[in-house]
């Protein structure tokens, strides 16, 4: 099992930045892809951005390419997603979560945080 917490979310003017971040904890040893994704209201869920653990790839959305990107730390507890000239259509709630290879598809991650909350307002 591995647990999944982020953190950074809030409000902000378009033209912002945010950090987010996401915190592992449990098994994390076996951590190979760590991924981000959003959701808006009345929308599907959507990949924003992935990392590989083993070879540090990393893989961002064409929706965000540009603006966001992701990173870790040394030690692969945590996952940050850098957030730069943040629109207002990049609302949403901001999920991590884990997967055993890389995927832009939700439904092939195992383990879920409860999501951030990004508002961006014009």
């Known amino acids: 099992q591995v647990q999944l917490v982020e953190s950074g979310g809030g409000s902000v003017q378009a033209g912002d930045s945010l950090r987010l971040s996401c915190a592992a904890s449990g098994r994390t040893a076996s951590i190979v892809v760590v991924g981000w994704f959003r959701q808006a209201p009345g929308k599907e869920r959507e990949f924003v951005a992935a990392?590989?653990?083993?070879?540090?790839?990393?893989y961002v959305a064409d929706s965000v390419k540009g603006r966001f990107s992701i990173s870790t730390d040394d030690a692969w507890n945590t996952v940050a997603l850098q957030m730069n000239n943040l629109k207002p259509e990049d609302t949403a709630v901001y999920y991590c979560?884990?997967?055993?290879?890389?995927?832009?598809?939700?439904?092939?991650?195992?383990?879920w945080g409860q999501g951030t909350q990004v508002t961006v307002s014009s």
């Open positions: 990392i590989r653990r083993i070879s540090g790839s990393t």
């Open positions: 979560a884990v997967g055993p290879s890389y995927s832009v598809r939700s439904e092939q991650y195992l383990y």
